[in-house]
């Protein structure tokens, strides 16, 4: 079992920044892949960044790509999605997710069904 705690969330003005942290723990994830996703009040999850926890190749959503960040730590248990110039349609809750990768060759973390979620944290921006 793998447990995520993710941390960061907040009420941030337009144009403001927020980091997210997604901290995993009870057992190695060095072969799984990790996403970001959010859920706005009526609106249906999506998918906002991933990668693999080893590192290499990052994937984000096209409404915040330039934006966003995906990252992780030297030690490999946790992973900080920087967000910059946040705006109101930011606003929703976010969760990380992880899941096994059974291929020597990482894909698209978009494409992946996910194990393991977070309790989520909320972001709120103001316009």
């Known amino acids: 079992q793998v447990q995520l705690v993710e941390s960061g969330g907040g009420l941030v003005q337009a144009g403001g920044s927020l980091r997210l942290s997604c901290a995993a723990s009870g057992r190695s994830v060095a072969n799984y892949v990790m996403s970001w996703f959010r859920q706005a009040p009526g609106k249906e999850r999506q998918f906002v960044a991933g990668?693999?926890?080893?590192?290499?190749?990052?994937y984000y959503a096209d409404s915040v790509k330039g934006r966003f960040t995906i990252s992780t730590d030297n030690a490999g248990n946790t992973v900080v999605l920087q967000m910059n110039n946040l705006k109101p349609e930011d606003t929703a809750v976010y969760y990380c997710?992880?899941?096994?990768?059974?291929?020597?060759?990482?894909?698209?973390?978009?494409?992946?069904?996910?194990?393991?979620w977070g309790q989520g944290t909320q972001v709120t921006v103001s316009s």
């Open positions: 990668m693999a926890w080893s590192g290499g190749s990052t």
């Open positions: 997710a992880t899941t096994p990768v059974h291929t020597i060759v990482v894909g698209n973390p978009e494409s992946y069904e996910y194990d393991y």
